[in-house]
């Protein structure tokens, strides 16, 4: 059975870093992509990030590239996104997502981040 636990989120004040943490349970994580997507109040679900199984394919979406780092441990079954520069806007529930090959698999319950003064 797989379940994936988010943890990390916070309040955080714009320029602040936090980092995201999705502990995975069951023998799939190492060969599965994963994601890390966010929804906020009233928006659309927003697809953040994305890595290989492997750790070596990456993708960011454009108002996140060069301010999160997606990366992932294998062997301790976790998925991180270390989030900098935080926004107002980055504001949202943020979601851990296994791929099942090409299409999202099993989603975690997720954990808010909140970036305010």
């Known amino acids: 059975q797989i379940q994936l636990m988010e943890s990390g989120g916070g309040l955080a004040q714009p320029g602040d870093s936090l980092r995201l943490s999705c502990e995975a349970s069951g023998t799939a994580f190492s060969v599965s992509d994963m994601r890390w997507a966010r929804q906020a109040p009233g928006k659309k679900l927003e697809w953040l990030s994305g890595?290989?199984?492997?750790?070596?394919?990456?993708y960011y979406e454009d108002s996140v590239r060069g301010r999160f780092a997606i990366s992932r441990d294998n062997a301790k079954r976790i998925l991180y996104l270390q989030m900098n520069s935080l926004h107002s806007e980055d504001t949202a529930l943020y979601y851990c997502?296994?791929?099942?090959?090409?299409?999202?698999?099993?989603w975690g319950q997720g954990t808010q981040v909140t970036v305010s003064w």
């Open positions: 997502v296994m791929m099942n090959g090409t299409v999202p698999g099993w």
């Open positions: 890595i290989s199984a492997g750790g070596t394919i990456f």
